[in-house]
């Protein structure tokens, strides 16, 4: 970590020789510790310059799936019920990991799922097709929270405005939802999809077993939500009340050790490819990819459920010179479907162009005038990655072969 980096990120970009993903790439935190100010940890290399993510993968080339699967049956046996009550939790908003877990849980493992999905921001018509495909062609039950979305449009803005991540009101849910929704509903097992090391969003340790760190969901100390503590927003905004604030605060301790809450990653489990698993899902789930080519990528099967994500992406290649397009590719050339080479061209094709589609409802929904958001986002590029050259910003430490000439 380089403290004199805008994140304390390394000062010196180091890009990997397998994929295309850098020492920028921040792990994945518990956000209701992030302060404005905050330092973040980073994708670790090994001495010949290959990330985490794509060692992961080499080691998972070495598992043995078939005990691993059986170390799955054996784990949801002590979870699974017979008096027809719902034996476990799945968290998502009807994308293809979602109803993917849902479904093979259901019929392959013969589990009761109950699925809790928190409202993305700014659902897209894609999104709201495939959370009712979920439930009317997969078929599952539901629960759908919405929170209140004059608060959600505030703490959005708060977001985006100190921290640059509009997204985060967003992840606070998706984070806590469900683990509160299984204490209320006396469920004692959660599953989420993939672990965060696929990504290298996380130490390699995480790793060890299929459990998630419930340090992500538990905070009993300082609170912060968009960089702020519940109190300075109260203030600023002398209409919110405690309660407006309920779904951003993350569990106590004292909650997760009065349950016997049990929350597990299935890819730990079970070999985890995104392509497979979009074929899976569109097969028994009814999973609809977009209409069209996702900004700033090539796909559209990922991340198309909320009009946020689009921007969230791009503010990540503000933040840490790592778009989408970089993001999805390393992910299918550690799992063989692309090439370097391949996922290079597509970078520099794509890689950092301005989420066009949905940027103007982002802004609208935030209530910032379109000038004032660029020069915010301009405002986090840090210096070691972003210089000015001729009035048009240029990453400094981007690969050669990427770079727009």
């Not at 589609?357 to 990655?385: G, Q, T, V």
């Given at each position: ?17 397998r ?5 920028q790439?921040?792990?994945?935190t518990?956000e ?12 670790v ?11 992961y ?6 598992i ?9 049956e054996?784990m ?14 799945i968290s998502?908003?009807?994308g ?5 877990q ?14 809790v ?9 894609v ?21 209140n979305?004059q ?16 997204i985060?009101?967003?992840k606070?849910?998706i984070?806590t ?13 959660i599953?989420y ?5 696929e990504?290298?969003s ?14 992500w ?12 503590s519940p109190n300075?927003?109260?203030k ?10 309920n779904p951003?605060?993350p ?24 392509q ?9 789930s ?15 099967y ?13 503010c990540?290649?503000i933040?840490?010179?790592i778009g989408?397009?970089?993001f999805d590719?390393s ?8 090439t ?12 950092g ?21 660029w020069h ?5 590029r840090?210096?070691?990655?972003w210089?000015?050259?001729n009035g ?7 690969l050669p072969?990427?770079?727009?000439i």
């Amino acid at each position: 970590m380089d403290t004199n980096t805008k994140f304390g990120l390394p000062k010196n970009v180091v890009h990997c020789k397998r994929c295309l993903m850098t020492n920028q790439k921040p792990f994945s935190t518990n956000e209701s510790k992030s302060k404005i100010d905050s330092k973040k940890d980073s994708l670790v290399f090994n001495q010949e310059g290959v990330c985490a993510a794509c060692i992961y993968n080499d080691e998972k080339k070495n598992i043995n799936w078939e005990e691993r699967e059986l170390l799955l049956e054996e784990m949801l046996s002590k979870h699974r019920k017979t008096n027809g009550s719902y034996d476990c939790i799945i968290s998502g908003s009807g994308g293809k990991d979602s109803q993917f877990q849902a479904h093979i849980l259901k019929n392959k493992y013969n589990m009761h799922p109950l699925t809790v999905t928190y409202s993305p921001i700014i659902y897209t018509d894609v999104g709201t097709r495939n959370l009712r495909n979920w439930i009317n062609v997969g078929g599952f039950d539901n629960y759908l929270f919405s929170p209140n979305g004059q608060v959600t449009s505030i703490l959005t803005k708060e977001a985006f405005t100190n921290l640059l991540h509009p997204i985060q009101p967003f992840k606070f849910g998706i984070k806590t939802f469900a683990a509160k929704m299984a204490i209320k509903h006396e469920i004692d097992l959660i599953i989420y999809g993939e672990p965060y090391a696929e990504y290298g969003s996380s130490e390699k340790k995480q790793t060890d077993d299929a459990k998630y760190d419930l340090d992500w969901l538990v905070n009993d100390n300082e609170i912060n939500i968009a960089g702020l503590s519940p109190n300075e927003l109260k203030k600023k905004y002398q209409w919110i009340q405690d309660y407006d604030l309920n779904p951003y605060i993350p569990l106590k301790s004292k909650d997760i050790e009065e349950s016997n809450l049990s929350v597990e990653f299935l890819g730990w489990y079970l070999k985890w490819d995104p392509q497979e698993i979009y074929y899976y899902a569109a097969k028994k789930s009814g999973f609809e990819v977009d209409d069209q080519r996702t900004d700033s990528t090539y796909g559209r099967y990922t991340g198309t459920d909320d009009k946020f994500e689009w921007l969230h992406f791009y503010c990540q290649y503000i933040k840490f010179g790592i778009g989408r397009c970089r993001f999805d590719a390393s992910q299918e050339i550690r799992n063989g479907h692309i090439t370097r080479e391949e996922g290079i061209l597509l970078c520099r094709k794509f890689e950092g162009n301005i989420p066009d589609r949905y940027l103007k409802d982002c802004f609208e929904f935030m209530n910032i005038d379109e000038k004032d958001a660029w020069h915010i986002i301009d405002k986090f590029r840090p210096d070691h990655l972003w210089e000015k050259r001729n009035g048009e910003w240029d990453l400094i430490q981007e690969l050669p072969e990427i770079k727009k000439i």
